[in-house]
């Protein structure tokens, strides 16, 4: 019998997020007065915590109680030193996967979330960039119930050969009858990522992923880049979104072969929607319920009193949502599950220390939403 002791293995992107911490004096300025070329910004000291999908994933999880080893990638320098010591404050198996290279740079995230503004990112991939498939240890993911790859569009070898490297990854984690899970980050559209062919890699990989957690942006981005240009000059692309949008993006997903496709929808919320059950029973280890087939679902995001920063809140979501998933709850609640610890890190600085117990979670799923939702029907 497979020995499967642990819950997840998060793998792939994995950085050190500097976030200054802005004055409440400067919520009434603009980003853009801000950052005004030749001026001085009084800040308070910055959150220094670890960033990336793998450690805010893996991290989130681990806060929700659930057993977890990290993956990653740095150097042996003084950002290396500091990532590792952040990841050491969470327990042994944090860091234990790291590998340190000598020679490499340690990537790094300046992240700017002045009040009042959306996050900006200032990213630096370093070692994510040369990060590939031998960087994971498969005896210790065959272990696991489920394994979370995250960022490819940041990481310069995985994304190489229209994803071959990334879609042979899965496909061997697939083998090992772990279920596999795959989350994406914004390209910079003026970037090497930005002039991928995402859809190429898209069919290329996810005939290998059994869970799907983009964002809408993301996801649009990648899959019809006309409709995203079109829909950015228009405005937020959150305030336009509808069940056609959501609809036509994920019927591409589960076409390509994903069995269960979550999109991110930022302070909206999040949509779900699943396979038939012949392709959820082959989604090895952590199976879904037989109840989750042929289903979709969009569930509003709470309310919260005040945002303190954006980032890190999709990937605490998507621990939400795999918490769920391992805890065999209904596709409704575990939508709500990663709803709710979303809403748990905006409200604090840094991407992972706002993540509750999975009691303490369950005890906020009846708190007050948004509005409106996302009709369906």
Same mark, same amino acid.
């Given at each position: 019998?497979?020995?499967?002791?642990?819950?997840?293995?998060?793998?792939?992107?994995?950085?050190?997020?500097?976030?200054?911490?802005?004055?409440?004096?400067?919520?009434?300025?603009?980003?853009?007065?801000?950052?005004?070329?030749?001026?001085?910004?009084?800040?308070?000291?910055?959150?220094?915590?670890?960033?990336?999908?793998?450690?805010?994933?893996?991290?989130?999880?681990?806060?929700?109680?659930?057993? +977890?080893?990290?993956?990653?990638?740095?150097?042996?320098?003084?950002?290396?030193? =500091? #990532?590792?010591?952040? #990841?050491?404050?969470?327990?042994?198996?944090?860091?234990?996967?790291?590998?340190?290279?000598?020679? !490499?740079?340690?990537?790094?995230?300046?992240?700017?979330?002045?009040?009042?503004?959306?996050?900006?990112?200032?990213?630096?991939?370093?070692?994510?960039?040369?990060?590939?498939?031998?960087?994971?240890?498969?005896?210790?993911?065959?272990?696991?119930?489920?394994?979370?790859?995250?960022?490819?569009?940041?990481?310069?070898?995985?994304?190489?050969?229209?994803?071959?490297?990334?879609?042979?990854?899965?496909?061997?984690?697939?083998?090992?009858? +772990?279920?596999?899970?795959?989350?994406?980050?914004?390209?910079?559209?003026?970037?090497?990522?930005?002039?991928?062919?995402?859809?190429?890699?898209?069919?290329?990989?996810?005939?290998?992923?059994?869970?799907?957690?983009?964002?809408?942006?993301?996801?649009?981005?990648?899959?019809?880049?006309? !409709?995203?240009?079109?829909?950015?000059?228009?405005?937020?692309?959150?305030?336009?979104?509808?069940?056609?949008?959501?609809?036509?993006?994920?019927?591409?997903?589960?076409?390509?072969?994903?069995?269960?496709?979550?999109?991110?929808?930022?302070?909206?919320?999040?949509?779900?929607?699943?396979?038939?059950? !012949?392709?959820? !029973?082959?989604?090895?280890?952590?199976?879904?319920?037989?109840?989750?087939?042929?289903?979709?679902?969009?569930?509003?995001?709470?309310?919260?009193?005040?945002?303190?920063?954006?980032?890190?809140?999709?990937?605490?979501?998507? =621990?939400?949502?795999?918490?769920?998933?391992?805890?065999?709850?209904? #596709?409704?609640?575990?939508?709500?599950?990663?709803?709710?610890?979303?809403?748990?890190? +905006?409200?604090?600085?840094?991407? +992972?220390?706002?993540?509750?117990?999975?009691?303490?979670?369950?005890?906020?799923?009846?708190?007050?939403?948004?509005?409106?939702?996302?009709?369906?029907?």
């Amino acid at each position: 019998m497979t020995d499967r002791s642990i819950d997840l293995v998060s793998a792939g992107h994995m950085c050190l997020d500097i976030t200054p911490a802005f004055l409440l004096s400067s919520a009434s300025r603009s980003m853009e007065q801000l950052l005004r070329p030749g001026t001085l910004v009084v800040v308070d000291p910055p959150s220094i915590s670890s960033g990336g999908g793998a450690a805010n994933v893996g991290l989130s999880a681990l806060r929700l109680g659930f057993s +977890v080893a990290l993956m990653g990638k740095c150097g042996d320098d003084l950002l290396g030193h =500091a #990532l590792l010591d952040v #990841l050491k404050r969470f327990g042994p198996a944090a860091a234990a996967g790291m590998r340190v290279i000598s020679g !490499e740079h340690t990537s790094y995230t300046i992240v700017l979330a002045p009040p009042g503004a959306d996050r900006m990112f200032l990213h630096c991939p370093g070692a994510n960039d040369t990060f590939v498939a031998d960087d994971v240890d498969l005896d210790l993911v065959g272990k696991a119930r489920l394994f979370y790859f995250g960022y490819p569009p940041v990481m310069k070898a995985m994304r190489a050969d229209k994803g071959a490297p990334l879609a042979d990854l899965l496909g061997r984690v697939k083998g090992r009858g +772990v279920t596999t899970v795959l989350d994406m980050a914004m390209p910079d559209p003026a970037s090497e990522s930005g002039q991928t062919d995402w859809r190429d890699i898209c069919c290329s990989v996810l005939p290998h992923v059994d869970l799907f957690v983009p964002s809408v942006a993301e996801l649009l981005f990648m899959l019809d880049r006309g !409709e995203y240009d079109r829909m950015v000059a228009a405005g937020d692309i959150l305030d336009q979104l509808s069940a056609d949008l959501l609809r036509d993006l994920s019927s591409a997903c589960l076409e390509m072969g994903a069995a269960v496709v979550m999109i991110k929808c930022g302070h909206r919320g999040l949509y779900v929607r699943t396979a038939g059950g !012949e392709r959820l !029973e082959t989604m090895g280890s952590a199976v879904a319920p037989e109840h989750w087939a042929r289903r979709e679902h969009f569930a509003c995001a709470y309310r919260v009193d005040r945002v303190a920063s954006g980032a890190g809140a999709g990937d605490s979501a998507v =621990a939400g949502f795999l918490g769920g998933l391992l805890r065999g709850v209904d #596709l409704t609640a575990t939508a709500d599950y990663a709803c709710a610890t979303g809403a748990q890190t +905006v409200q604090v600085l840094d991407t +992972v220390s706002g993540v509750r117990s999975w009691d303490e979670t369950t005890g906020q799923l009846s708190a007050p939403r948004v509005a409106p939702a996302i009709r369906l029907n």
